[in-house]
């Protein structure tokens, strides 16, 4: 497939400030596209900003995804992210994601011969990957993260699996399954006074720590030979686990 031909073909294509072979087009008030040929031409890496767009962001975004594309997709094929990207002033990015087709599945009604050549890349935070996801968690963490708020903070990767004796709450999936870090903090907060409840949670480094209550909060690392419970108060508890997925 001719990708630089498909790609000027879009209407309102122009050339991407500061970038060659890269263009920009709108096709809605709000909503902006940019796109960059890959450095053998085959593919097209591609961003998009909901409100949000920052021409300045999108070109070093689509730079450091052309330069750095092996590496970022190295460790995962579905979603594979890589630190090191600096981003422009008054914004806080540290790495860029790549999605692939798998995952994003982009022109598959209007142009889905053109959906396999086209990897998305966008700003991104390090500690929001964990470069393990399996493709159904990476489709989650794509269709979660709102990556088209060029604008938004991190959202750490998490996995978690609770269970409270006093609110007979529990997670439904078999093992740790992706939450959000604010319903980790909530589930913390949640099983004080629930003798024998529990919370475990995983971060980016598959790091696992396991919480229970027991007259008190104690916690301890759970992949390690060597964890032994330890109480801790509620407000270490919520810095410690916040702290960790930050990492």
Sequence with gaps: MDVRAEVTRFAGA?????LADAWHWSPAPGI????????????????????????????RTLAFAREHEDEIFAR?????????????????????????????????????????????????????????????EAITRYRTL????????????????????RTRGRSTNP?????????????????????????EFENRHGDVWRVEWHGAYYIAEWNTEDGRPQEIGLDDLLDFAVARLYA
């Design 32 to 59: 902006d596209f940019a796109g960059a040929l890959s450095r053998d031409g085959e593919r097209l890496l591609q961003l998009s900003g909901r409100d949000s767009y920052d021409a300045e962001l999108a070109t």
């Design 146 to 165: 709102g990556l088209t708020g060029l604008r938004r903070g991190p959202s750490p990767f998490l996995k978690m699996r609770y269970a409270n004796t």
């Design 14 to 18: 122009s050339p991407l400030p500061g």
């Design 76 to 136: 995962n094929a579905f979603i594979g992210a890589l630190e090191g990207f600096v981003a422009p002033e008054g914004t806080r990015f540290d790495a860029v994601v790549g999605i692939a087709p798998e995952v994003h599945r982009f022109y598959k009604n209007e142009k889905p011969e053109l959906t396999p050549h086209v990897r998305l890349a966008f700003p991104a935070y390090s500690c929001e990957f964990s470069g393990n996801e399996t493709l159904d």
């Design 175 to 199: 093992g740790r399954g992706l939450a959000d870090p604010d319903r980790l903090l909530d589930e913390l907060r949640a099983i004080e006074g629930g003798t024998g409840s529990f919370v």
